[in-house]
């Protein structure tokens, strides 16, 4: 049997040391696979002005699964300014490669679970009513819309005529900003369809059966942006009634749920939400387990089959160019083992799941994060693990 192909994406900063420690746990977990790496990232918008490049769109079409280290996003001028001389000229807009990538393909579909690993130094603590400490044990499945929404970028800076015009027939825009000159105007806007919203609120009630899940929550803003939330949370709604009756349906505003996610976090299952607020509570959730090092995400399209796999933390540059990268692994190393659950490789993925969590119960080796330790170029002289050394932590439970 021919060995399956991956496209391996470093990208930028710490993209490239945690991607090739993931690479190593799956080796040694006995995960076979050819990889060719894909260009992306801030480097070939230097050099080329265009930080994701049509063979890396091709080599994805092909192969259909892509590991993703992380990527620089910076300012409109900032990007401008750092583009080889000979490019200034040309008219070229920077926009996000991973955003990019998310829409040539419809990766609409995007999952960011977050679970407690027992001992885990950085878990979220509570005061009980006794007085005492309780570490509640957090479980959430969280499906964000990946395509549209507030990143879908359809926006303006002193918006054309055309666009101006339309605005004006709508009563609110004309009270509230019909007589600010236009080039004092940006827009931003935040659209919502009925078949992408279909797709994810389906793909969380589906999670939620099949893993067990009691309630599935839409946490959107419906009482105030009343179209596009208020879309959403109808058709969930319906959805639960018609076809997923076993499952309750939750409903939270968005700055409410920020607030009980410290106040009751073993409470929830399955979240689902629009790109935005999807973004903002899975991050809020990650805090909850150890913060970005743990955070892992899947975004897929079901019906291609292409799937891309990545840790949720950013490209952290500093780090990058320290003599011994420092940064913990082990979100790059569950993103390699959703991608492992997606191909049907699920016992692979459990047994790297397993090694990972000997490793935090241990608590012998941990990196500067789960460590408490500022994240200087020396850490690991004082006693954290580099991030080649907690991979071979856990390649050793393995």
């Given at each position: 049997?021919?060995?399956?192909?991956?496209?391996?994406?470093?990208?930028?900063?710490?993209?490239?040391?945690?991607?090739?420690?993931?690479l190593r746990v799956l080796e040694a977990a006995g995960f076979e696979a050819n990889y060719v790496e894909g260009d992306i990232g801030w480097?070939?918008?230097?050099?080329?002005?265009?930080?994701?490049?049509?063979?890396?769109?091709?080599?994805?079409?092909?192969?259909?699964?892509?590991?993703?280290?992380?990527?620089?996003?910076?300012?409109?001028?900032?990007?401008?300014?750092?583009?080889?001389?000979?490019?200034?000229a040309k008219g070229l807009v920077y926009s996000s490669p991973i955003v990019g990538l998310r829409q040539h393909f419809n990766l609409d579909?995007?999952?960011?679970?977050?679970?407690?690993?027992?001992?885990?130094?950085?878990?979220?603590?509570?005061?009980?009513?006794?007085?005492?400490?309780?570490?509640?044990?957090?479980?959430?499945?969280?499906?964000?819309?990946?395509?549209?929404?507030?990143?879908?970028?359809?926006?303006?800076?002193?918006?054309?005529?055309?666009?101006?015009?339309?605005?004006?027939?709508?009563?609110?825009?004309?009270?509230?900003?019909?007589?600010?000159?236009?080039?004092?105007?940006?827009?931003?806007?935040?659209?919502?369809?009925?078949?992408?919203?279909?797709?994810?609120?389906?793909?969380?009630?589906?999670?939620?059966?099949?893993?067990?899940?009691?309630?599935?929550?839409?946490?959107?803003?419906?009482?105030?942006?009343?179209?596009?939330?208020?879309?959403?949370?109808?058709?969930?709604?319906?959805?639960?009634?018609?076809?997923?009756?076993?499952?309750?349906?939750?409903?939270?505003?968005?700055?409410?749920?920020?607030?009980?996610?410290?106040?009751?976090?073993?409470?929830?299952?399955?979240?689902?939400?629009?790109?935005?607020?999807?973004?903002?509570?899975?991050?809020?959730?990650?805090?909850?387990?150890?913060?970005?090092?743990?955070?892992?995400?899947?975004?897929?399209?079901?019906?291609?089959?292409?799937?891309?796999?990545?840790?949720?933390?950013?490209?952290?540059?500093?780090?990058?160019?320290?003599?011994?990268?420092?940064?913990?692994?082990?979100?790059?190393?569950?993103?390699?083992?959703?991608?492992?659950?997606?191909?049907?490789?699920?016992?692979?993925?459990?047994?790297?799941?397993?090694?990972?969590?000997?490793?935090?119960?241990?608590?012998?080796?941990?990196?500067?994060?789960?460590?408490?330790?500022?994240?200087?170029?020396?850490?690991?002289?004082?006693?954290?693990?580099?991030?080649?050394?907690?991979?071979?932590?856990?390649?050793?439970?393995?």
């Open positions: 049997m021919s060995k399956r192909t991956i496209v391996s994406m470093p990208g930028d900063g710490i993209g490239k040391p945690v991607l090739d420690e993931a480097e070939f918008w230097r050099k080329e002005g265009n930080p994701l490049p049509q063979r890396t769109l091709d080599l994805l079409a092909e192969h259909k699964i892509g590991l993703f280290g992380a990527i620089t996003s910076k300012p409109k001028d900032d990007a401008f300014n750092e583009l080889a001389p000979e490019l200034q579909i995007c999952l960011r679970p977050c679970h407690t690993y027992v001992g885990n130094p950085l878990n979220f603590i509570r005061r009980g009513a006794d007085g005492g400490v309780e570490e509640p044990q957090v479980d959430v499945a969280i499906f964000r819309q990946n395509t549209e929404g507030l990143y879908g970028g359809v926006e303006w800076s002193n918006p054309p005529k055309q666009v101006h015009d339309a605005l004006m027939t709508h009563p609110k825009f004309v009270k509230n900003f019909g007589s600010t000159p236009v080039e004092e105007i940006s827009i931003s806007t935040r659209i919502f369809t009925k078949k992408a919203t279909e797709r994810i609120l389906r793909a969380a009630f589906e999670h939620a059966r099949k893993y067990g899940y009691k309630s599935v929550t839409v946490c959107e803003k419906p009482n105030v942006i009343r179209e596009t939330s208020g879309m959403m949370y109808k058709m969930a709604q319906q959805m639960q009634k018609a076809d997923f009756p076993e499952i309750e349906l939750w409903n939270t505003n968005i700055d409410a749920q920020m607030m009980w996610l410290t106040k009751n976090p073993e409470n929830y299952g399955v979240i689902v939400a629009g790109n935005m607020f999807g973004d903002i509570v899975s991050d809020g959730f990650a805090g909850l387990i150890g913060g970005l090092g743990f955070a892992c995400s899947a975004q897929y399209n079901p019906e291609s089959g292409i799937g891309v796999f990545e840790p949720t933390h950013g490209s952290a540059p500093k780090y990058a160019n320290y003599p011994v990268s420092i940064v913990n692994p082990i979100a790059m190393i569950e993103s390699a083992c959703m991608m492992l659950d997606f191909i049907d490789e699920q016992e692979i993925a459990k047994k790297i799941r397993k090694a990972v969590a000997e490793v935090v119960s241990e608590g012998k080796v941990r990196t500067y994060d789960m460590a408490k330790m500022s994240g200087r170029a020396d850490v690991v002289e004082k006693g954290a693990a580099s991030t080649s050394q907690m991979a071979d932590a856990i390649i050793a439970k393995l």
